[in-house]
Nanobody
Framework: VQLQASGGGLVQAGGSLRLSCATS????????RSWYRQAPGKERELVAH??????DYADSVKGRFTASFDNAKNTAYLQMNTLKPEDTGVYYC??????????WGQGTQVTVSS
């Protein structure tokens, strides 16, 4: 199983980016899909968590970020609007399975300038 994250970059405050996370490998029993981020000098934090029928967001991104998943493309997305400098960090996608396995993408850098 491999997760390939992409879509990061440099954007001005107030701008938008859309991250993608393509998943290879089938029949692994995916239970959850999540996006995390890690800012310089800080611990990795959960940004969005997708389970069957629901999506939960960190309070800091509610109303600005939207997580989704395209089953046909086996790809997760994180649409980020009204970006702020404090959103800067490396963003990681993650998969959790029913078999309690955990898979991480390689991370994509998001930098928001003020």
């Amino acid at each position: 199983v491999q997760l390939q994250a992409s879509g990061g970059g440099l954007v001005q405050a107030g701008g938008s980016l859309r991250l993608s996370c393509a998943t290879s490998g089938t029949n692994i029993g995916i239970k959850t899909r999540s996006w995390y981020r890690q800012a310089p000098g800080k611990e990795r934090e959960l940004v969005a968590h997708i389970t069957t029928g629901s999506v939960d967001y960190a309070d800091s991104v509610k109303g600005r970020f939207t997580a989704s998943f395209d089953n046909a493309k086996n790809t997760a997305y994180l649409q980020m609007n009204t970006l702020k400098p404090e959103d800067t960090g490396v963003y990681y996608c993650h998969i959790g399975t029913y078999g309690r396995n955990s898979y991480w993408g390689q991370g994509t850098q998001v930098t928001v300038s003020s």
